[in-house]
């Protein structure tokens, strides 16, 4: 167990509809990382935020936004969406800014979209 | 501007023999290694990183891995494989300062009974 949570673990939904993706890191982290794993795209970094404030922006679409609150959790939010937005999202978490410090990475969402 | 090149798409072992997991990355500064492992259905978990420190990296499980600045590389090892060994493994790059990660496109690790 990484100390990260994801919910909800599996989310099915119609193309056009908007779904929100949840994550708390682990206790102390102060940077989230949200990413995509899709067969045709491989593992791709979408975007991070460190103590609140977005740091770094990957293949993120213009349809996908995320924030980070206070608490330090995150939500990632996707709209209008389309049948190739079907993958696995994962969030990881980090104690630092930088991509060099280890990264803790939850369970997944896997989102299907129908 | 960094990269990351995983040799082998798929890779097939016999249990008790050793494993090899090819990486080569290119970037423009010196870089910062990670090999990570996703079993099905699961996150990722960090097996190993190299960071500027020893050049042979020892992780978790008995693997380690080699960086080779000459071969810009940095392949992963383990004497003997193991059937919990089987699961996708993921080469990362990235630069110090660098908040971004670059994922390999992974290398699926069979062991046959």
């Known amino acids: 167990d990484s100390g990260v949570t994801q919910t909800p673990k599996h989310l099915i939904t119609a193309t056009g509809q908007r779904v929100t993706l949840r994550c708390s890191p682990r206790?102390?982290?102060?940077?989230v990382y949200w990413y995509q794993q899709s067969l045709d795209q491989g593992l791709q970094f979408l975007i991070q935020?460190?103590?609140?404030?977005?740091?770094a922006k990957g293949n993120i679409l213009e349809r996908f936004s995320a924030q980070q609150f206070p608490d330090l959790h995150s939500e990632l939010n996707l709209s209008s969406l389309e049948l190739g937005d079907s993958a696995l999202y994962f969030c990881?978490?980090?104690?630092?800014?930088?991509?060099?410090?280890?990264?803790?990475f939850g369970p997944g969402t896997r989102l299907t979209v129908t | 501007a960094q990269s990351v090149t995983q040799l082998d798409s798929h890779v097939s072992v016999s249990e008790g023999t050793p494993v090899l997991l090819r990486c080569n990355y290119s970037s423009s500064y010196s870089p910062s290694l990670f090999w990570y492992v996703q079993h099905p259905n699961k996150g990722l978990q960090l097996l190993l990183k190299y960071t500027s420190a020893a050049t042979l990296v020892k992780g978790i499980n008995g693997f380690e891995a080699e960086f080779k600045k000459s071969e810009t590389s940095f392949h992963l090892t383990k004497p003997s494989a193991h059937m919990s060994d089987a699961a996708e493994y993921f080469c990362?790059?990235?630069?110090?300062?660098?908040?971004?990660?670059?994922f390999g496109t992974g290398t699926r690790l069979t062991i046959i009974p």
């Open positions: 935020y460190y103590n609140g404030e977005e740091r």
């Open positions: 990362v790059v990235t630069i110090f300062g660098n908040e971004k990660l670059t």
């Open positions: 206790s102390g982290d102060l940077s």
């Open positions: 990881a978490s980090s104690v630092g800014l930088s991509g060099s410090y280890e990264q803790y």
